[in-house]
């Protein structure tokens, strides 16, 4: 590599990413499969992760059966979406776009949307829950109770940090994350140490009070909200990472298993240490009050530091992903005003949830209907992408883009009705599977109130759109090779 080629590459690496939702060349695409460990990693030890496992205790569950449920959820989730990996990695683009060559250029839209509401959720909850440790530790250290302008400011602060992350992009996102990793790793490694002694493994919960009346249908809950859908919560992010992947140069199985370590480990530890840290600190109102206000005073300042770091990684990683839907959603913004956009709406959703809604159930609710969602989506895209063999025609994809028609994913005015149909019949089912404190539907309830959205949900897409394919071949689309034209 001669030397303006380094220095090309080495001011590229410390600027303001430039690419949106555009194909990234190969000769960009210098990133490895362990970068998706890292920012797996780094991105998902936050505070606003650990909130799940306090979510689990919450519902009433004893530590075994939290760290059953935890485990279970997390292993069943991480192994149905490592393989959405393989999106970016083999088109050179992110998983929404990607999703155009079944969709349709126009119905790949679905995804972006998807995208966007399941980012909008933790974008706001990292924010929510950064502020708020800062403001309460600040608390803990005057002696002092907390107003509703300090933690208004600590979400502000919070918000543009979180900003700052997201806009520079993605060699940003890997450099912060790899220093996440060893600081917040550490001070929640410190944060167990200090809190064993108060720990009892023989907690039983509060039989009593179980979210949904029963044992099996909140450990089913719990399994779907602190388990399933944190790496369900990725399906449309892996591709933002991977597309800077060159599949010439790295084996698409490292990839898979890559993602696989990432979303298991990187999501097994900090619900756990929530799960931990609620069993003996435990806070009703709020995870991160019992958090701040349980730890001996000589944790306290690692503790509020590594809760503004995670910030860093858990939102950096989601607002980042948001800027690229909005970006896919609406191609004349660049990225950066994109970003900047749902980096406003993300604080004001901060502000809503902390004023107006009760965190329990915004939390539970957001994430079974977004899972709903996403689900059937993302098994449609595996089912059509096995099905073509990973195959793209790159120039096709992006023709909404170019705010052009035609291509070879074009097929009813931008849309592929069999897709879309499969979509929707999906999630119907799935929403009508919900089971929470406040809606359970009705197939909820013939299940005797079991929340069997994600079954359920995967399986009446996958049929419906096997179905519709098998009657109209056409539905799939083979790779083409025709230009889009202008509108």
Not at 32 to 51: C, E, M, T, Y
Not at 384 to 409: H, I, K, M, W
Not at 439 to 449: F, K, M, Q, T, V
Request: contains cysteine; hydrophobic residues 50%.
């Amino acid at each position: 590599m001669d030397q303006a080629t380094v220095e090309s590459t080495t001011a590229e690496h410390h600027a303001v990413e430039q690419h949106g939702v555009d194909t990234i060349p190969d000769v960009e695409r210098t990133s490895r499969p362990r970068d998706v460990v890292g920012i797996l990693w780094g991105g998902n030890l936050a505070l606003s992760v650990a909130v799940f496992g306090w979510l689990v205790v919450l519902y009433g569950l004893g530590w075994w059966a939290s760290v059953s449920a935890i485990l279970v959820g997390t292993l069943v989730g991480s192994l149905a979406v490592a393989p959405l990996s393989l999106l970016g990695f083999r088109s050179g683009t992110n998983n929404s776009v990607t999703s155009g060559a079944y969709f349709g250029v126009r119905g790949r839209l679905i995804a972006s949307v998807i995208g966007l509401l399941l980012c909008l959720g933790y974008v706001a909850l990292t924010v929510w829950t950064g502020g708020e440790a800062v403001v309460v530790g600040l608390d803990r250290a005057r002696g002092t109770e907390g107003t509703d302008g300090e933690l208004a400011i600590g979400y502000v602060v919070i918000a543009a940090l979180v900003a700052a992350v997201g806009i520079y992009g993605y060699r940003w996102l890997v450099r912060v994350n790899k220093l996440i990793v060893p600081l917040v790793g550490g001070a929640m490694l410190l944060t167990v140490i200090g809190l064993w002694g108060s720990f009892d493994a023989s907690y039983a919960g509060t039989p009593d009070e179980y979210i949904l009346g029963g044992f099996w249908p909140t450990w089913l809950l719990a399994a779907l909200t602190a388990g399933v859908a944190g790496p369900v919560s990725y399906v449309t992010q892996t591709g933002d990472w991977t597309r800077y992947i060159s599949p010439r140069r790295h084996d698409p199985r490292r990839l898979v298993g890559a993602a696989f370590v990432g979303l298991f480990v990187g999501l097994i530890v900090p619900t756990l240490f929530g799960a931990f840290v609620s069993v003996v600190a435990f806070d009703p109102d709020s995870f991160v009050a019992g958090l701040v206000n349980g730890v001996p005073s000589w944790l306290l300042l690692p503790v509020i530091a590594a809760a503004v770091v995670g910030s860093l990684g858990q939102g950096g990683m989601n607002l980042y992903s948001m800027g690229l839907d909005l970006d896919a959603i609406l191609p004349r913004l660049t990225r950066t005003q994109a970003t900047v956009t749902v980096a406003v709406v993300s604080t004001a959703l901060v502000f809503l949830g902390r004023f107006v809604w009760s965190a329990e159930t915004a939390v539970t609710t957001f994430v079974v209907v977004l899972t709903s969602l996403a689900t059937p989506w993302a098994v449609i895209t595996m089912i059509a992408f096995t099905r073509t063999r990973g195959r793209f025609d790159e120039p096709s994809l992006q023709v909404f883009n170019r705010r052009e028609t035609g291509g070879a994913y074009w097929y009813t005015a931008g849309w592929n009705g069999a897709a879309v149909v499969a979509w929707l019949a999906g999630s119907v089912v799935g929403v009508l599977s919900n089971s929470t404190d406040v809606y359970a539907g009705p197939i909820a309830d013939a299940l005797g109130g079991v929340d069997a959205s994600f079954l359920t949900s995967a399986v009446v897409a996958g049929l419906v759109y096997l179905a519709l394919v098998a009657a109209r071949p056409a539905a799939l689309a083979a790779v083409g090779s025709s230009e889009g034209k202008a509108s």
